[in-house]
């Protein structure tokens, strides 16, 4: 028997998915049409054995939160809960905090995924792999270049039984081009044990110092991980499939066109297609059925549009997520931008923004402008992202731009944030 | 009566039009810019012979003046300088033709537009019965320009003054004139110019008279000012010969379009939009305060504010161009791109957006 767990963290975290993170939790952010962990929980459901899904986070219980947890539980038949942390507990706290829930039931394994990544990743071929250690430990890895490695957990092996010598969260030196991809299979027993001493430890140290927050939290990759590694028991494996982090906004729209590709196995029917008295497609689409499109606008490649949105004559939209109830009039141009819930964009004003994928002459590259701004202190070009209920006037240009929520503009705007 | 037409040199402020183009040749609201001058030369002072002082070989204006003459069945003379005479040393080297009779004659910077007064020029020339006449057209900041101070009720030209820090008058030369034959003895077959080196001694001896022009008044030698000057001419139009602006559904305010060009369905065009001979817009693309060359085509949904559009240039769907762009001929600018203030050389095809103003060679 197997649970699985998918961390989904608070609102205190995704900040630099703002201004797009204020109005819904990350995690329901829709990629290719439907939210991110959605997304997980479909990868998830093909583990066998699989018994429940467990969503740990500190979002406080919202309506839009429990209804999708309940449309999911009767789309895939499997039972989901979702358990608040009071506090934010650190990446593993909150593990630790709902042992009893987890171990309920004495699962041999459960597998935890952070939410806010996306990929093609082989959770099916990893539990398999993990059942070779039981007892012990096992993270997916992936590949890095050199030049980005040392901005995620990285990792080195023993190629011949690919146990995990030695593991850093974020070094500062350049150690090894294997990541954590942050998904693992722990064993309860073993885990929990491990983490009760991480925080007795913390307790002892609290007398050092005493205004310690540490106290109560629990680290993944700089407490979990690494003790891991030391004691000979955790393990790789290896994925070379797409894998990215959904930390910038940006990255929403590499993560949509991975998505959207992949529907060409997954979902073909939810991929758009052209026709008589339909609009133009181009590449990969996904159109929501309540939406209304034009049949002389043009959509793609990777768009996604949202339900009820409108999309006027001779409108085009490349490379763009149209949130729902979004309105498009006649002869606009988006490309590159995510257009918030029920924003209208006018007459043959354009919204643009910079492609933010990963370098393709690198190998292994992800995703750069995790920042907002540069070393020089400028906005970095990245995707135009609009707020809930952003008005644009007809005939402007909004580019390298982000506008907050509920604005009317008046003009154009470039490489700027707009409060 | 005769004229002299200070073409000069390459008209390198109005590249790239002038790399495919001598610039009186430029169209400038469907007629080239020389034109403008000849016709209305022509037309209200029955000029029979005008001379084009030119200081480079440009056998494509040669030809065009061949065709011109005939049509207009009058002379047009190419004076070619040797080497670049400044404004006043072209008048020098036409001395023979200037000098067949004792008529004045006109001179005209040929970068000029404006509701040219030839008639009253004559009329207010013989009036004061001096040299010279020169136009002067009221400014809105004097300390930009040379600026002339004359007596108002005469018209006597007292002096001029250089960019003045103190207001001392808002009236500039207009770069249009008329002298009598005379005033060649004050110059020499060497570079001179006219207005640092001649008015000020012809105003020294009460030689030399301003006319005050009434219209609209522009020179028209970069493309900020070929736009200004565009919209200030079919303001013009609108006012003189509405007949020949274009009305009907999606035509806003003054729009000029050839009769040979083609518009599509749901577009909206103007206001200040000239459109040339056999251009093509096509359906849904939004034009104003541009000029569109011979031949040019604006496709579906582009969007196109303060911009020159070269012969055979083609602007792609979705593409927004502003910020005084100006394509020279036979561009090619893909789709979905954004350009501002570019400006993009002949025969070149542009893939990428150039959102800061940039010269793409």
């Keep these: 028997m197997i649970k699985v767990v998918i961390l989904i963290g608070g609102p205190m975290k995704g900040t630099r998915f703002r201004p797009l993170s204020l109005e819904l939790p990350k995690p329901l952010f829709p990629i290719g049409g439907f939210p991110v962990v959605y997304h997980h929980i479909e990868a998830c459901v093909k583990i066998p054995e699989l018994k429940e899904i467990i969503l740990i986070g500190f979002y406080q219980s919202s309506e839009s939160l429990s209804k999708f947890i309940s449309s999911a539980q009767q789309e895939f038949n499997i039972p989901i809960r979702y358990l608040q942390e009071f506090q934010p507990l650190g990446t593993a706290g909150g593990l630790y905090h709902f042992r009893d829930q987890i171990s309920m039931g004495d699962p041999d394994s459960f597998v935890v995924l952070n939410a806010d990544m996306m990929g093609d990743y082989p959770l099916r071929e990893f539990v398999e792999f993990h059942m070779q250690h039981i007892g012990e430990h096992s993270v997916l890895a992936t590949e890095a270049n050199k030049r980005q490695a040392h901005k995620f957990g990285c990792l080195v092996e023993d190629p011949s039984n690919h146990k995990v010598l030695h593991y850093v969260e974020k070094p500062e030196a350049f150690l090894s081009e294997v990541i954590n991809c942050g998904i693992y299979i722990f064993s309860p027993t073993a885990l929990f044990k491990l983490m009760h001493d991480i925080l007795q430890e913390n307790y002892h140290k609290m007398s050092e110092e005493p205004f310690s927050t540490s106290v109560e939290t629990v680290r993944m990759g700089e407490d979990v991980l690494p003790n891991l590694a030391s004691s000979g028991t955790l393990y790789s494996f290896k994925t070379r499939s797409y894998w990215t982090l959904l930390k910038s906004a940006g990255s929403a729209i590499y993560a949509n066109r991975n998505v959207l590709s992949s529907y060409h196995k997954t979902h073909p029917d939810l991929l758009a297609q052209n026709g008589v008295n339909k609009p133009h497609i181009i590449g990969d689409v996904y159109i929501h059925p309540s939406a209304t499109v034009h049949a002389s606008a043009v959509l793609g490649p990777n768009v996604s549009v949202g339900s009820n949105v409108n999309i006027g004559a001779g409108a085009r939209v490349r490379e763009t997520i149209l949130l729902d109830g979004a309105e498009l009039k006649d002869h606009c141009c988006i490309l590159y931008s995510i257009i918030g819930w029920n924003c209208s964009i006018g007459v043959w004003s354009r919204v643009e923004g910079s492609r933010c994928d990963p370098n393709p002459n690198e190998e292994f590259a992800k995703p750069d402008g995790e920042s907002l701004f540069g070393n020089d202190g400028k906005l970095t070009p990245s995707i135009t992202v609009l707020g809930r209920n952003v008005t644009i006037p007809g005939e402007v240009i909004v580019l390298n731009s982000i506008v907050l929520p509920h604005k009317d503009l008046s003009q154009s705007y470039k490489n700027e944030i707009i409060l | ?361």
Excluded at chain 2, 97 to 111: A, I, Y
Excluded at chain 2, 220 to 233: C, N
Excluded at chain 2, 250 to 261: K, R, S, Y
Excluded at chain 2, 285 to 305: D, Y
């Design chain 2, 1 to 361: 009566m005769k004229a002299l037409i200070l073409v000069g040199g390459y008209g390198t402020r109005l590249r790239p039009l002038t790399l495919s183009k001598p610039k009186p040749l430029v169209e400038f609201c469907n007629k080239p810019m020389v034109m403008h001058q000849i016709e209305a030369l022509v037309e209200q002072a029955g000029v029979k012979h005008i001379i084009l002082a030119v200081s480079y070989r440009a056998e494509m204006l040669e030809n065009e003046m061949k065709e011109q003459q005939k049509r207009l069945g009058i002379t047009i003379t190419i004076s070619h300088e040797k080497e670049p005479l400044g404004t006043a040393g072209p008048l020098a080297l036409a001395r023979d033709h200037l000098t067949v009779d004792e008529e004045p004659f006109f001179v005209l910077n040929s970068d000029v537009v404006c509701a040219f007064p030839f008639k009253q020029m004559v009329d207010f020339h013989k009036s004061h019965g001096r040299e010279g006449s020169i136009v002067v057209t009221k400014v809105e900041e004097p300390s930009k320009y040379g600026v002339v101070v004359y007596e108002p009720k005469t018209g006597r030209i007292d002096k001029f003054v250089e960019k003045p820090q103190v207001y001392v008058s808002n009236k500039i030369n207009a770069g249009l004139y008329i002298f009598s034959p005379k005033i060649l003895e004050r110059i020499d077959l060497k570079p001179t110019s006219i207005e640092k080196e001649i008015f000020p001694k012809m105003a020294s001896d009460d030689n030399l008279y301003a006319f005050d022009l009434s219209g609209f008044w522009m020179d028209v030698g970069q493309p900020k000012d070929f736009l200004t000057g565009m919209v200030l001419y079919l303001h013009h139009l609108r006012e003189e010969e509405p007949s020949l602006l274009r009305e009907g559904p999606g035509i806003i305010g003054n729009v000029l379009v050839d009769p040979t060009a083609k518009i599509g369905e749901k577009c909206r065009i103007g206001p200040n939009v000239v459109i040339g001979a056999n251009a093509v817009i096509q359906d849904g693309a939004c034009l104003s305060r541009c000029t569109i060359l011979q031949e040019a085509v604006v496709r579906s949904h582009s969007w196109i504010h303060s911009a020159i559009i070269g012969w055979k240039s083609v602007v792609g769907q979705w593409v927004r161009m502003e910020g005084v762009s100006v394509l020279g001929e036979d561009v090619i600018v893909k789709d979905e791109l954004y350009v501002n203030g570019g400006r993009i050389l002949p025969h070149k095809s542009i893939s990428n957006s150039s959102p800061e103003p940039q010269i793409i060679m």
